[in-house]
């Protein structure tokens, strides 16, 4: 018996040892592995970033890449979680240009000041620097501009008997009851108007294209005036009507896309990804049919002499404060926004560097993808209407407001001017 | 050679159980203890302690990140909360999918338990086949329901066209007084299995001489089963509502994937708030203050249950 018990307490010691043993930090042998989060959504498609992080190891055989990609309404949240643990589930993660301010006060952000060179300082759009920059100090290499594009079917408005896309949003109204009468879509524009992010870039196109503004002179909020009423009352009119797509009210960018990529809209508004897309046979049934315009505004709007307004949808690669490798993950982002990798993988998103936009390198950019000689002219075109939304550290609860609001107006459930109150009076509360 | 401080522990432990006169019952509770710490410092360690700091957290107004300084804030967390008319609204509707979802699961897994138990031709099949919608996992099953209600390519409106029941695609999730019981649905096709399993295992359970007895004295099928089976399946009804009400009050992912809280919040559950507070906004005070909620009306609802249907004799 007593050998028994000897036996017994001698395997259980065992067990506790290994046990305790493998809760010893490990020590890298061999490469360095770096987990990086970004979306599967805008810019880049998945396929394309492994293909950047497959060159980058072969070039660089002490770094591993470890890519993960979820949809865009998660990887704030993933952020969040993945900072929790030590060292932090992400080295680097895309940042978009409305979370550095929570980010940074959060001490989730490297300040990579030091790291910029003079030549990306110089050669990067100074917009893109402006979304991860903060009281002069970097806290992130920039990696997509983007915004908002008006895109239609050519063929439908063909149909229709229009030569010309809208340029007012009355006008596109016009138009889509005869695109409607004429059988020819049941809903002529679909839009992303969940209880999510999509929701408020949408609002923001609308907003400042009648003129308003999110914030007053005074930083109080100013949405919930005559011409912020006017655009909420003017999207819930297009669903009763049926010129909107009320399947708007659940459909996020991807489903805007599948929308009409079906050819069962006229018209959406969407983030530049969608256009490549819309050529792609294995996905879409209007090839060669959409096209861009400027993003209309309000007759009110354009008699105030505003020519167009989008919403700023840019984003960022942030490295985590709290990783084991910066430099190391440094190098990595440093390739994959270098000119030479933006340049080859432009179909989806265009590339930072202010110089790819002139001369020869405009020729190359151009050529380097089919969808380039459409892209670039309706980036250089669109991005400078691009609206910024408030750029505050509380913004992830505002938004999530103002999403509520949106959704509780379009649905009937409290008149425009309610909705929009009630998220008034919560943004001040937050501000303070 | 440098010997490992937890042999020498066990080492210690082992002479001294055998130079002390212990009787055997007290030598076989001592190892009982020693085989037991590991669970317990697995216990203690992922589950007390984490209830514990979740706890204390909820009394700190607690941002999200690194080194954030916490401040004390006492019960003003929970004040908050219950002065917060989103948040009753946000219970009420937890308690509508709590008490809506498991009614029809008991209500369908009872019949299915039912049929299966009476053996019809095929019943091996069903009971099989039942497996299948609870061994999907969630979040499929949330992206699989979410296709069916889609307003452009959705299988419902397909079907509802076909049958000449509708004329236009609707937009099924927009509607806010339909979407939760939408969800609803989906969450019964996805766990209604479990509850009918259960209870299936159950009367197979139960004494055939009663049923037998009972029809000899002229009870047809209904009486037999409203007067034995039904009170014989009690404590496994027991069972099956304590497990599918503490999950349904709890529900996140099917939500999160279906509607995301939408249309106007019309399917924010008390855990998709407490997800927004803690990950979202960044405030950890409240989520865990959220937190300490649920686990309260999830004990009171199990305390009910064990009230009304709990009755020690009958084992």
Redesign the interface.
Known sequence: MRTFYRITTLLIALMLVVGIAGCAPAQPAGPVTIHILTQDQAGMKPAEIDQIARDFEAMNPDIKVVMEYVGYDAIHDKIVTGMAAKPPAYDASMIDVIWPDEFIKAGYLLDVTSRITPEMKAGIFPSAWNGVTRNGKVYGMPWLMDTKYFMYNKDILQQAGFTEPPKTWEELVDQAKVIKQKGLAEFPIIWSWPQLEGAVCDFTILLFGNGGAFLDANGKPSFNNEKGVQVLTWMKQTIDEGVSNPASITSDENAVEANFLAGKSAFAVNWLFQYSDSNKTDVSQIVGKAAFAPMPVFAAGAAAGIKSSSVDGSSSFGVMATAPYPDQTWKFLVYLTSNEVQTKFSAEMLPIWQADFQGDALTQLLAATPANPVTVPAFLGQFPYANERPTVSYYNEASKALQLALQEALTGVKTPQEALDATATKWLELAK | MQI?P??S???A??RF??KRHFSLRQ?DAG?AW??L??SLVVILGVTLWPVISTFILSFFNA??????VRTFVGFGNYIEMFGDQNFWETIGRTLYFTFASVSLELILGLAIAQLIHSHPWGWKFLRFSLIIPWAVPTIVNGAMWRWIY????GALNGLLMQLGLIK??I?W????NLAMPLVIVADVWHMMPFVALILQAALAGLPVELDEAAAVDGANAWQRFWQIRLPLLRPAILVALIARTVDAFRVFDIVYII????????TMTITYLT??NT????KQGMGAALSFLISFFVLIMAFVYIRILYRPEEN
């Not at chain 2, 889609?150 to 390519?153: L, T, V």
């Not at chain 2, 509607?259 to 019309?266: I, L, Q, R």
Request: a positive charge; hydrophobic letters at 35%.
């Open positions: 490992h937890f042999f522990i066990m080492t432990y082992s159980l055998a030598k190892t020693l085989l710490i590991p941002q999200t990140g690194i080194n954030q889609s307003a452009d390519f236009h695609y937009p999730l927009t509607l806010p509607t995301n809280g939408g249309p106007a919040s019309k997800y927004l990950f979202s906004y960044g």
